[in-house]
């Protein structure tokens, strides 16, 4: 088992266009981390710093131009890594966001910014996450979500053909990090497929007790002993009940 809290750190970032259910889902994985006793935090992008707030503002009275915008969301992740990201990271806890430097490549990229250009650079400055969660909607369901279920008027963000654009652009995302979802589902079964990629995916890397991992547990003298980590939050987390949370 690594023996210093920053290798025990987790990052995950739950992504999709707006509307998709990703701080439902991301308020339902940090809560059922805390009654379990881990330590987990959670964030949203953009923050609500100077620069996430010059993003925000943008979204109601309309977006900057593709460069300023995208300069903007780099430096708003700039002060959000160092200021909360790693350092939470460094002291072991889990990291939940709402949305992280995916949604640039697929929202400036909807916008005519070069795809591989912004992958390159956002991978070259930002700590790739253990997980993705990428919650797949159609864009007509987000805007429905965002207007009847919270009740808001669709922002600049939020347009069909941006949604449509940026979707196509998360569509064609890959890798082993990265775990497409679903999400029309019910928000119960989007929450329990989550919680199983991650109890086997990231936390059972950094909290299985063998160095090496674990590919049998069940005749582990670890989990027999009583001294694995993550098989005795595995058992908490399986046993959680999902908690309610506003969507």
């Known amino acids: 088992?690594?023996?210093?809290?920053?290798?025990?750190?987790?990052?995950?970032?739950?992504?999709?266009?707006?509307?998709?259910?990703?701080?439902?889902?991301?308020?339902?994985?940090?809560?059922?981390?805390?009654?379990?006793?881990?330590?987990?935090?959670?964030?949203?992008?953009p923050t609500t710093g100077q620069w996430g707030s010059i993003l925000r503002k943008s979204a109601i009275e309309g977006r900057l131009s593709l460069e300023d915008e995208l300069q903007t969301f780099i430096k708003d992740r700039t002060e959000h890594v160092a200021q909360l990201i790693k350092p939470n990271l460094d002291a072991g806890a889990v990291v939940i966001l709402d949305r992280y430097f995916y949604s640039t490549i697929a929202y400036q990229g909807a916008r005519g910014a070069d795809v591989a250009m912004v992958s390159f650079e956002m991978n070259k400055l930002f700590p790739q996450p253990d997980a993705v969660f990428i919650l797949d909607v159609e864009p007509v369901i987000g805007i429905h979500r965002i207007a009847h279920d919270?009740?808001?008027?669709?922002?600049?963000?939020?347009?069909?053909?941006?949604?449509?654009?940026?979707?196509?652009?998360?569509?064609?995302?890959?890798?082993?990090?990265?775990?497409?979802?679903?999400?029309?589902?019910?928000?119960?079964?989007?929450?329990?497929?989550?919680?199983?990629?991650?109890?086997?995916?990231?936390?059972?890397?950094?909290?299985?007790?063998?160095?090496?991992?674990?590919?049998?547990?069940f005749h582990c003298s670890y989990r027999w002993s009583g001294t694995c980590e993550w098989w005795s939050l595995r058992a908490k987390l399986s046993t959680t009940e999902p908690v309610t949370v506003p969507d």
Not at 4 to 16: D, K, P, Q, T
């Open 150 to 217: 919270r009740g808001e008027e669709p922002n600049h963000f939020e347009d069909r053909s941006s949604l449509g654009a940026a979707r196509a652009i998360f569509n064609q995302m890959n890798g082993d990090n990265i775990h497409r979802i679903d999400g029309v589902l019910p928000i119960r079964t989007v929450h329990e497929q989550i919680m199983e990629l991650f109890i086997n995916g990231p936390l059972k890397a950094k909290r299985c007790a063998k160095a090496y991992g674990c590919h049998d547990p």
């Open 1 to 45: 088992m690594p023996d210093n809290a920053s290798a025990r750190g987790v990052l995950i970032a739950i992504e999709g266009i707006d509307g998709a259910g990703k701080t439902t889902q991301v308020k339902k994985l940090h809560q059922a981390l805390m009654h379990a006793g881990e330590a987990a935090v959670r964030s949203k992008e």
